[in-house]
């Protein structure tokens, strides 16, 4: 009976041996599959998305409804301060240099010198000095008041379609919050459906859904610079239509007294 118990310990000793180093076997197996692998994800060649296919794929899933809006925002709003930036450029000119070739006119040729000096001469300012002059004959304070009327016809001028730009600015978050908030109704409308808290739909709706206030913030922040600028030239060029409106005054006092 012993003996019959000593071989069968024997005998499970050996079974449990051998299963042990099966287990051990299978688990190396595993482990050197699993190291292939990694290997083989790590050796992968990495592919590289462009910034132009990434900002498309990205423009995509966000999906067409309010992207294309916000897009046609950042369209309208380039193309209006694309616009104002080159009138505003062609309306900037050397007020002093102008100034002083007026005044030689008028001391040489009179009245009509000076007008054609202004004619030959692109910018408000000398717009401006044309209207002044061509009152000069009448009295000073009748140059004064066309000079005044004929500042605030070109200061509108300046400032024509900024307001849209500001329009832009402000719809374009606004609309990419509306999609965000769209999105994720839609997001927990399918969680609503699915009768299950699924991590990949909540995670899903909401990426989709913050894309459209990422997108909307963008074009915010470049029309923003674009406007900034246009609002600083406009009060540059403002500016010194003030103080040559001043000058050709102070021109015309000095012109009747001699």
């Known amino acids: 009976m ?3 118990f000593s071989i069968l310990a024997i005998a499970g000793a050996m079974m ?10 299978e688990a190396a197996v595993e482990s050197t599959a699993v190291e292939v692998v990694q290997e083989e994800v790590t050796n992968a060649p990495v592919v590289k998305t462009s910034f132009h296919q990434e900002l498309k794929d990205r423009f995509i899933q966000g999906g067409p409804e309010f992207m294309g809006i916000v897009l046609i925002c950042l369209i309208l ?16 000119s050397n007020s002093k240099k102008l100034q002083k070739n007026v005044s030689d006119a008028l001391a040489e040729g009179g009245v009509e010198a000076a007008k054609e000096v202004c004619r030959n001469t692109k910018g408000p300012v000398a717009s401006i000095y044309y209207q002044g ?10 140059a004064e008041k066309a000079v005044v009327a004929y500042g605030g016809v070109q200061m509108g001028q300046l400032e024509k379609n900024v307001s849209w730009l500001s329009l832009f600015i402000a719809l374009a978050p606004m609309l990419g919050f509306m999609g965000t908030v769209i999105g994720m109704i839609q997001a927990f409308d399918k969680i609503q459906s699915a009768g299950d808290m699924d991590p990949s739909l909540v995670a899903g709706g909401i990426k989709v859904a913050l894309l459209t ?8 922040i470049i029309l923003q610079i674009f406007y900034n600028y246009i609002v600083a030239k406009i009060d540059s060029i403002v500016n010194d239509m003030e103080d040559a409106s001043i000058s050709l005054i102070d021109i015309l006092v000095a012109n009747k007294k001699k």
């Open 2 to 4: 012993k003996k019959i």
């Open 16 to 25: 449990i041996s051998n299963i042990a180093n099966a287990n051990t076997v």
């Open 77 to 92: 709003g380039l193309a209006i301060a694309i616009e104002r930036i080159i009138f505003l450029n062609l309306s900037t």
């Open 133 to 142: 002059l061509d009152r000069a004959d009448e009295s000073i304070e009748a």
């Open 213 to 220: 206030t990422v997108f909307g913030l963008v074009v915010a």
